[in-house]
């Protein structure tokens, strides 16, 4: 059946009535389809709005942060190389100050360098005897690196008797005690020994001289000189 078969059969009202209505029934399903659809279209349209700016507006924040964290990188790299500089400056310093210490030493008090060993105390006092007196010598080691240390002491006193000038080694003085005065330490020692004086000797200064060995290999000798002086312990 085609168009002109309907027009006459229902009559030319009824047949726009019927296509007037399909039109608008096709044109409020269309309306309503695309209203719909633009609806959600619109709703897409401000999620992804929405999205973009909070994706915009963290990439802002990483921005600042990746900026700070930039900032604090080079501070930090510059602090680095200054601490760097600054421990060079200490260390050189350091070596520095050992060598001047080193050379000091070497100058004013040889026996700190040679061999280890240094004299932490000397001291002379009176017996109860007439005429005999008593020496306390303390030796200790001074290396970081302590290992034990052996040799033999030996003390010569200077002095004048009878208006010249005249000089006694210990040996010659030690009336009871017979042997070497020798050590053997790894930190420290005291040696003790009593000695006489002849009766018209003056004395003015000890000798003290040290023979110094690690072991069996000899290190060197330590010498040093002490005015003669009582202790006032008594």
């Given at each position: 059946m085609n168009y002109s078969e309907l027009k006459r059969r229902f009559g030319p009202y009824q047949f726009y009535t019927v296509c007037f209505f399909i039109l608008a029934v096709t044109a409020s399903l269309a309306f309503s389809f695309g209203f719909n659809l633009s609806q959600e279209q619109q709703?897409?349209?401000?999620?992804?709005?929405?999205?973009?700016?909070?994706?915009?507006?963290?990439?802002?924040?990483?921005?600042?942060?990746?900026?700070v964290m930039s900032?604090?990188?080079?501070?930090?790299?510059?602090?680095?190389?200054?601490?760097?500089?600054?421990?060079?400056?200490?260390?050189?310093?350091?070596?520095?100050?050992?060598?001047?210490?080193?050379?000091?030493?070497?100058?004013?008090?040889?026996?700190?360098?040679?061999?280890?060993?240094?004299?932490?105390?000397?001291?002379?006092?009176?017996?109860?005897s007439e005429g005999y007196f008593r020496f306390k010598l303390v030796l200790l080691q001074?290396?970081?690196?302590?290992?034990?240390?052996?040799?033999?002491?030996n003390l010569e006193l200077h002095g004048s008797e009878n208006g010249?000038?005249?000089?006694?080694?210990?040996?010659?003085?030690?009336?009871?005690?017979?042997?070497?005065l020798s050590f053997r330490f790894k930190y420290f020692q005291m040696l003790e020994r009593?000695?006489?004086?002849?009766?018209?000797?003056?004395?003015?200064?000890?000798?003290?001289n040290a023979q110094v060995y690690k072991y069996k290999r000899k290190l060197g000798e330590l010498n040093k000189t002490f005015d003669w002086a009582l202790s006032t312990s008594e």
């Open positions: 709703q897409l349209l401000n999620q992804l709005t929405s999205s973009s700016e909070s994706l915009r507006s963290e990439n802002a924040n990483f921005s600042q942060q990746v900026n900032v604090k990188l080079d501070i930090a790299k510059s602090t680095q190389r200054k601490l760097a500089e600054d421990v060079e400056h200490a260390l050189a310093r350091e070596d520095s100050l050992r060598k001047e210490l080193a050379f000091y030493q070497q100058v004013m008090a040889p026996e700190l360098t040679a061999t280890g060993l240094a004299i932490d105390g000397f001291a002379i006092e009176k017996t109860l001074q290396d970081k690196i302590k290992a034990t240390l052996n040799g033999n002491v010249r000038p005249v000089s006694y080694n210990f040996d010659q003085l030690n009336a009871h005690e017979n042997g070497a009593e000695f006489q004086l002849p009766e018209s000797f003056l004395p003015e200064k000890v000798v003290i």
